[in-house]
């Protein structure tokens, strides 16, 4: 169960539900032994009767006299008595029987005053044994009595836990969204602070306890991630004229070398060479930048919503140059209708990063091959080179910074590496996912998808 909420709900359900258990089953024989102490009390108050109707001579009575004198009163309770008087020593064994016992005998137990014992077709007995003088009193009164109030009892606390147990998660939901309020407040806040928007803080209550304490943590981390965000657009901004400003400089010293400095042709070469690296540099540099910057959620997007398959079909006209140039051949299918919200020149960067490391990675007479499919609100954008291909394991790290598989994968070899890298960043920045993929029969898919619009 991955809601904390529900989990609380149930774990203070299952306690409040096991106490009420344990209390009504510490009830049940609390009310048990009460009752039964009852019964006792009713045979101890019953031998009082018998005693008194029997008077103070009772020891030399017989078991006719003895008859004559309690028959009356023992018929009036036989209701709830039940009554036999033995003399031990005497003749007669028992003195007296009450009428409702029907001749059986009580069972008795030696060593015990107080039992329970099990009668044929009368049923379970509470049994007092008494001395009156010379004779042994034995009173039980019905059982019947206190086992139906415990079935009684039993069947309300059945009931009065299935109504705990729903009280109790209701009554535990509440408490737990009462409780969890402060994490809500805190997740909501966490999502609302973005890159635009760093400076908004988690609300800390004025009581001190574990929620107001993670408030203070994560709000003193939202303040070093705010002081790294700053730092990172200050190193884009000052970066853009700090490294490009001096690389122009030398770049034009080294053209004025090539117009004005009489070179042979050794050093002519080098200068060239010195221009390329420059603009190499420049490139770098720039890449580096924006990867930065998209990182630090510092790009505006533009988006507006555009038909993918004219996208496609623009950007097929440069394509197919582009690969019969380098003498292979560009293929590109489309399926499906709609629309997609992207900001047309960055699109065309990724595609562009694309193409080119499949042009690099194809062997000669190869064919690219680009697949568009817009179904289920989503744009999906496929393109498959015939190059080497790269391994499972090596098919994320493609897309890091300067990783490169040179001749291994389709990747530019002559390139700075932050290709594929570049493109993660404009795809995410789009909403959207890019991945590699083993394609049929050889070479490599890069794959991209983009919400389409609604």
């Known amino acids: 169960m991955r809601s904390i909420g529900a989990r609380l709900a149930l774990w203070y359900a299952g306690a409040a539900t096991l106490t009420l258990v344990c209390l009504f089953i510490a009830g049940y024989y609390l009310l048990q032994n009460q009752l039964i102490r009852g019964l006792d009390l009713l045979n101890k108050a019953q031998f009082a009767q018998l005693s008194a109707h029997l008077g103070e001579d009772f020891a030399a009575l017989n078991a006719q006299l003895i008859d004559a004198r309690i028959r009356e009163t023992s018929n009036f309770s036989s209701v709830l008595f039940f009554i036999t008087i033995d003399d031990p020593k005497g003749p007669v064994r ?34 007092g044994e008494f001395i009156l003088g010379p004779f042994d009193v034995t009173i039980g009164t019905p059982l019947n009595s206190v086992r139906q109030t415990m079935r009684d009892y039993s069947k309300i606390c059945i009931w009065m836990l299935a109504v705990m147990v729903a009280i109790s998660v209701g009554v535990g ?75 122009s400089l030398i770049r034009l010293q080294a053209e004025k070398l090539l117009v004005h400095g009489n070179l042979d042709a050794v050093n002519e070469e080098s200068v060239y060479m010195q221009l390329e690296e420059i603009s190499r540099l420049n490139q770098i540099i720039e890449e580096l930048l924006f990867l ?52 047309p020149r960055w699109l065309r960067r990724v595609l562009l990063n694309l193409l080119s490391n499949a042009l690099n990675a194809s062997p000669p007479q190869g064919t690219v091959t680009l697949r568009s499919v817009v179904e289920d609100r989503v744009w999906r954008v496929s393109l498959d080179d015939q190059g080497p291909g790269a391994a499972a394991e090596l098919r994320e790290r493609i897309f890091e910074r300067f990783f490169r598989l040179t001749g291994t994968s389709s990747v530019d070899d002559n390139g700075s590496g932050l290709g594929l890298a570049i493109c993660r960043s404009i795809i995410s920045l789009h909403g959207g996912r890019i991945w590699a993929e083993a394609a049929p029969g050889s070479g490599l898919r890069v794959i991209f998808t983009l919400p389409a619009a609604v």
Do not use: C
Request: glycine letters at 4%; zero cysteines.
């Open 94 to 127: 028992p003195v007296f029987y009450s009428t409702n016992l029907r001749g059986l005998p009580i069972p008795d137990v030696p060593g015990q005053r107080v039992f329970n014992a099990k009668l044929p077709s009368i049923g379970e007995l509470r049994v």
């Open 292 to 343: 930065s910057r998209a990182e630090a959620r510092d790009i505006d997007l533009h988006l507006t919503e555009q038909d993918p398959e004219a996208l496609l079909a623009t950007f097929s006209q440069d394509a197919r140059v582009l690969s019969e140039h380098r003498g292979l051949l560009y293929m590109h299918t489309h399926q499906g209708a709609g629309s997609v919200l992207v900001e």
């Open 173 to 247: 939901l509440a408490l737990s969204r009462l409780a969890l309020r402060p994490v809500r407040l805190i997740r909501e806040t966490a999502n609302h602070i973005s890159s635009d928007n760093l400076s908004e803080r988690i609300p800390v209550a004025s009581v001190r306890d574990e929620i107001s304490e993670l408030a203070q943590l994560l709000n003193q981390m939202f303040d070093r991630l705010e002081s790294a965000f700053n730092q990172i657009r200050r190193f884009t901004a000052e970066a853009s004229h700090e490294l490009k400003t001096p690389l």
